[in-house]
């Protein structure tokens, strides 16, 4: 009974990792896609180097330590805003600080990588 009860919390708690996953990058590059095509600000949060060396097109750089201090680039809290830098992580804090302080649709699309082919 009790190694039942150990494999039913490990697949719930698997479960939910999946879930909290996918809630964070969860958007596929065909939902990215149609927000860009609809005049989402896409933004790179990853450092001018990291930028330099290849960004998707059109995206604006503004590093994630910087983003607090360029807040006018990022326009009306309304817009769409679509964040990513490497791999997702620098581009959620961006996201947690838009949406703290009260930009409504902002995404974090993971890393460079999961940006649609333009």
């Known amino acids: 009974m009790n190694r039942i009860a150990l494999i039913v919390l490990v697949l719930v708690c698997l479960v939910f990792i999946v879930y909290k996953l996918r809630s964070t990058l969860g958007v596929d590059q065909s939902q990215l896609k149609e927000k860009i095509d609809a005049g ?21 750089n503004i590093p994630v330590d910087q983003v607090s201090k360029r ?48």
């Open 71 to 118: 807040l006018d680039e990022f326009g009306d809290k309304n817009r769409s805003i679509i964040v990513y830098c490497a791999s997702g992580g620098r581009s959620g804090s961006a996201k947690s600080f838009l949406e703290s302080i009260g930009y409504s649709d902002v995404t974090n699309a993971g890393g460079l990588s999961n940006m649609p082919n333009p």
């Open 40 to 60: 989402a600000l896409v933004v790179d949060v990853r450092t001018v180097a990291e930028f330099q060396s290849g960004h998707f097109p059109g995206a604006i």
